[in-house]
């Protein structure tokens, strides 16, 4: 066996955004590891789906819990459902997302508190409380997904990369706490994925794949767990990006007017 590979259902991972991209992609590869599974998202439909397909692969129990999680309470709610059902969660995937691309004085009031109310309150009181848990049951694991975005608070991205950059700062210094409980955090910071977070069509996917503007979910997942089981703290998974973090925070002000003046067709 692998040192990341546990015997088959013999312990139980939970993935939020679970349906599709990326933590569609968690999900499968810990199944593949041999983890049952708990998947949420509040695409039902396609949650079923999800979970029938991969027990049939893998050959583990996948438990569908279809919520929102944007909502107050929702981690409450979540945390005291899988008490409840006797369900002791080993590792602990915060992946569900949403996305935001508009200047901040034209976003909807309710994205603007959904948006925080998922990448920020949702995430912490999570970790909290399975974290809590896992500390006093002598372990685990706990996965955050941020974004590049945290070093470009460029026009338009006001409102994700500054609720994306709570979410590093948090990871970061939980990690610090936790390590002495001998559970391990990390953040992941993944600049563009061929996913539909953004709203880009299949061929805009593809077309980025082939300039590799954009990684494959799959890549970006296995370079997350990889970083996870590692113990690192906070990874970025392609690694050339680390090279534009500087480049980001020198741009000139007519660069940046620029970009902004090109994007405003592309804001909602």
């Given at each position: 066996m692998?040192k990341?590979?546990?015997?088959?259902?013999?312990?139980?991972?939970?993935?939020t955004?679970?349906?599709?991209?990326?933590?569609?992609q968690?999900?499968e590869?810990?199944?593949?590891l041999?983890?049952n599974?708990?998947?949420?998202s509040?695409?039902?439909?396609v949650?079923?789906?999800?979970?029938?397909?991969?027990e049939?692969?893998h050959?583990?129990?996948v438990?569908?819990?279809?919520?929102?999680?944007?909502?107050?309470?929702a981690a409450e709610?979540?945390?005291?459902?899988?008490?409840?059902?006797?369900?002791i969660?080993?590792?602990?995937?915060n992946n569900?997302?949403?996305?935001?691309?508009?200047?901040?004085?034209?976003?909807?009031?309710?994205?603007v508190?959904?948006?925080?109310?998922?990448?920020?309150i949702?995430y912490?009181?999570?970790?909290?409380?399975?974290?809590?848990d896992?500390?006093?049951?002598?372990?685990?694991?706990i996965?955050?997904?941020?974004?590049?975005?945290?070093?470009?608070?460029?026009?338009?991205l006001?409102?994700?990369s500054?609720?994306?950059a709570?979410?590093?700062?948090?990871?970061?210094?939980?990690?610090?706490?936790?390590?002495?409980?001998?559970?391990?955090?990390?953040?992941?910071?993944?600049?563009?994925i061929?996913?539909?977070?953004?709203?880009?069509?299949?061929?805009?996917?593809?077309?980025?794949l082939k300039?590799?503007?954009?990684?494959?979910?799959?890549?970006c997942?296995?370079?997350?767990?990889?970083?996870?089981?590692?113990?690192?703290?906070?990874?970025?998974?392609d690694?050339w990006?680390?090279?534009?973090?500087p480049?980001?925070?020198?741009l000139?002000?007519f660069a940046?007017?620029?970009?902004r003046n090109f994007?405003?067709?592309?804001?909602k």
């Amino acid at each position: 066996m692998r040192k990341e590979e546990v015997v088959k259902g013999s312990k139980l991972a939970l993935v939020t955004g679970a349906s599709t991209g990326i933590g569609r992609q968690y999900a499968e590869q810990l199944a593949e590891l041999g983890y049952n599974l708990i998947i949420v998202s509040r695409t039902e439909e396609v949650l079923n789906t999800a979970a029938r397909e991969i027990e049939e692969k893998h050959s583990v129990k996948v438990i569908v819990k279809p919520m929102d999680l944007a909502v107050e309470g929702a981690a409450e709610e979540l945390f005291n459902w899988c008490k409840a059902e006797g369900h002791i969660v080993d590792v602990l995937i915060n992946n569900a997302g949403m996305f935001s691309f508009c200047d901040m004085i034209n976003t909807p009031i309710e994205r603007v508190k959904r948006t925080i109310t998922l990448h920020d309150i949702t995430y912490t009181v999570l970790c909290q409380l399975f974290g809590k848990d896992m500390a006093e049951r002598g372990g685990g694991y706990i996965l955050n997904m941020s974004s590049f975005s945290v070093w470009m608070p460029f026009p338009g991205l006001a409102l994700y990369s500054a609720s994306k950059a709570y979410t590093k700062a948090f990871s970061v210094a939980f990690a610090k706490e936790m390590r002495y409980k001998n559970v391990w955090v990390t953040a992941v910071c993944p600049a563009g994925i061929a996913t539909d977070l953004y709203g880009l069509t299949k061929k805009w996917q593809g077309i980025g794949l082939k300039l590799h503007a954009l990684s494959k979910p799959s890549y970006c997942a296995r370079r997350g767990l990889n970083s996870l089981w590692r113990k690192r703290i906070c990874i970025v998974p392609d690694w050339w990006c680390n090279a534009f973090i500087p480049i980001c925070g020198m741009l000139p002000r007519f660069a940046m007017n620029w970009l902004r003046n090109f994007t405003m067709k592309w804001q909602k």
